[in-house]
């Protein structure tokens, strides 16, 4: 044990049983400890025992009773070292003079390391980073303590460095903080080390590194509170120029316009932004006592040209609560306390470019009751101004995300067709799962479980599966657009199918029950689309190519408690996969940008156009002055060594 209380059970009866600690130090000569009798109580030393009895069982404590602090000057009862005790104990369980249990405990305890005394007003000196490192050990974690593999670490001592000294942390993390770099001249850790190097390498001294700040940059920030406050979008001399697709919409207090949304791990968010020009119908779960009030209506909307509206608000009742109550508990009509609540509501935002010209919203208010689950639902639609009936018109022909994909059966003389995931329900069996359209841009992942028998056939089975999975895609086409229409061939792509196995191929599995291989267990729908143009900034997106394929799964019996069981369950999935590609290919790479290549500095070791930056304004290590007068010696030296080259030189010199 290493803390002041440790807890063990006694199983079996304990009437009767008489319970003892003692303290069991080991022999001098031979190491062993000292053999225990049942003569011994519950406390021994600076040690309690308690125990607490029941039924079959008894929960026996051992705790300390001394104080752990270390020694100040001049104190008493306290720790003289940071090991503060070492002991053994034997916890015994005896029946009159037969030891029934026996426990052995090695109690390493070491002191507090929290300080009990007077705190110095000194303000720490924290180095700054840019000139030196804040710690010399980055590895020292733990205070008070010897860090595993921390060489650097001086609360280790000899002993416990030996137990880890060949493997030790290296680098900045175990200590070398100031390590030699690669440009250094006096380094040696580049393996090939260039001609050049010599000529372009750094005389400089370690202390100037550039690891400094490799684990602490130095500067602190002050953490901001997710109110959903934003900075005002607009200055006095520059108006508000509208929404784009995806912007938040804005109030009049300069927060977030918010509607309950569902997160990415499926959670409702009360207080998520509205983004311009995104429809969302939303569904979330809540009780009497976690309901909390929305935003409220009488929240002025910025339009996107500084001026504000009001919404139009109106209130409706709910008759039919079954449609939203969702689990009722059992509760006496007495203790029922039931208050009206908000059930559902509904947004309209009217636009028109990039302005909010109108916002209609419906409230419909129910009673919930205490014990009651409430489903309420929060839809958001956008509707252009343009539009008929409440009906918006398909003015932008590309796809936007969220819509459903469209499908069609050319084959067929009924072409409307549909492309479905599953919706499971209940228990996610196949049998009572629904489906729910291919949304476009949306990546899904679905799936339910088929009741398989263990005598069932392998053919049957794939035949089976396959039909479940063929169920989902009832269309042979895709449409390219939003608008896409039936009597334009051009408007639509084929759906490419690759199947893994033929139908008609009998796989033999040898008479074996239960166990079937290439089951099409699998469903990968891939979806190409790209960008093709814009339309009142809205982008267009066209699908190009949409392709199924199959995946498929071994298949075995799994045998549950005594194998009583002759049905076991497959799962099978189908996934669907956005990708997105270019509109048009990207320009093949001239000859100019692989030769340009060679010399960017991002792309390459050696930067050629660096060469002289010494020389230029940028270069602050050393005064200008001298710089350029380096530079020019080093061009004399240069055109000296270059004039001694040339033969004519060796002839005028032997004359």
């Avoid at 005389?203 to 130095?218: A, E, I």
């Avoid at 009780?287 to 909390?292: A, C, D, G, I, W």
């Avoid at 069609?408 to 228990?427: C, F, V, Y």
């Avoid at 190009?544 to 194998?563: H, R």
Wanted: some cysteine; hydrophobic content about 35%.
């Amino acid at each position: 044990m290493s803390g002041p209380r440790v807890n063990s059970f006694f199983l079996g009866n304990s009437s009767g049983v008489n319970f003892s600690i003692i303290l069991s130090p080991r022999d001098e000569e031979t190491g062993k400890l000292q053999l225990a009798n049942c003569s011994g109580s519950r406390r021994a030393g600076d040690w309690n025992l308690d125990v607490t009895t029941g039924v079959s069982i008894s929960k026996v404590t051992v705790s300390l009773t001394r104080a752990l602090e270390l020694c100040l000057p001049n104190a008493t009862e306290c720790c003289p070292s940071p090991l503060c005790m070492l002991e053994t104990l034997q916890v015994l369980a005896c029946h009159g003079s037969v030891m029934l249990a026996q426990l052995l405990i090695q109690a390493e305890i070491f002191a507090n390391s929290s300080f009990p005394g007077n705190v110095s007003e000194n303000a720490t000196i924290i180095p700054n980073q840019a000139y030196k490192p804040l710690g010399s050990c980055p590895c020292n974690l733990t205070a008070g303590a010897c860090d595993v593999r921390c060489c650097c670490d001086l609360e280790c001592t000899p002993d416990l460095q030996q137990l880890f000294s060949g493997s030790c942390f290296t680098g900045v993390f175990g200590g070398d903080v100031n390590p030699p770099f690669d440009q250094l001249c006096s380094s040696q850790s580049m393996e090939y080390v260039p001609e050049w190097f010599p000529f372009l390498c750094v005389h400089s001294s370690l202390d100037n590194t550039p690891f400094l700040g490799y684990f602490y940059h130095g500067s602190t920030s002050t953490p901001k509170v997710p109110s959903f406050k934003i900075p005002l979008q607009t200055s006095p001399g520059k108006p508000f120029t509208g929404y784009s697709k995806g912007d938040p919409i804005i109030t009049e207090e300069d927060e977030y316009f918010t509607v309950p949304q569902q997160s990415l791990a499926g959670q409702c968010v009360g207080n998520a932004p509205v983004a311009y020009l995104h429809n969302f119908d939303v569904k979330c779960l809540t009780s009497l006592q976690s309901y909390m009030e929305g935003l409220p209506h009488n929240v002025r909307i910025n339009t996107g040209t500084a001026d504000f509206i009001q919404q139009n608000v109106v209130y409706r009742t709910i008759t039919d609560r079954g449609k939203f109550i969702t689990e009722s508990e059992s509760l006496h009509i007495a203790e029922v306390l039931c208050q009206n609540v908000t059930f559902a509501e509904h947004y309209k935002f009217i636009w028109e470019d990039k302005n909010i010209e109108q916002v209609n919203v419906t409230v419909f208010l129910g009673s919930l009751c205490d014990g009651e689950i409430l489903t309420q639902r929060f839809t958001v639609e956008f509707l252009s101004l343009k539009s008929t009936n409440g009906e918006e018109l398909i003015e932008t022909p590309g796809y936007q995300v969220g819509k459903p994909v469209r499908a069609a059966n050319l084959n067929a003389s009924d072409p409307l067709g549909s492309l479905n995931i599953w919706q499971p329900a209940g228990r996610g069996l196949c049998a009572s799962a629904t489906y729910r359209p291919v949304l476009f841009g949306v990546d899904s992942y679905s799936g339910c479980i088929l009741e398989v028998d263990i005598n069932e056939d392998c053919n049957l089975l794939r035949g089976n599966v396959t039909e479940k999975l063929n169920a989902l895609i009832q269309a042979t086409h895709i449409g390219k657009s939003n608008n896409s229409s039936y009597s334009d061939l051009n408007d639509w792509v084929e759906i490419i199918s690759l199947y893994p196995f033929n139908s008609d191929t009998n796989v033999s599995t040898g008479g074996l029950k239960g166990f079937c291989p290439d089951i099409p267990a699998n469903l990968n729908i891939r979806i190409i689309f790209a960008e093709v143009g814009a339309v009142q900034g809205i982008p267009q997106q066209q699908i190009l190519a949409v392709q199924i394929s199959y995946s498929t799964v071994l298949w075995q019996f799994q045998c549950g408690l005594g194998c009583k069981n002759t049905v076991s369950f497959l799962p099978i999935t189908a996934s669907v996969q956005f990708i997105k590609i270019p509109a048009q290919p990207p320009p093949p790479v001239t000859r100019y940008h692989k030769i340009y290549a060679e010399f960017d500095c991002n792309q390459n070791d050696v930067c050629w156009p660096e060469l002289f930056y010494p020389l230029t304004r940028s270069y602050t290590g050393e005064p200008y002055s001298e710089c350029l007068a380096k530079g020019l010696l080093l061009a004399f030296l240069v055109l000296v060594a270059a004039i001694m080259s040339n033969p004519w030189f060796s002839k005028l010199w032997n004359r």
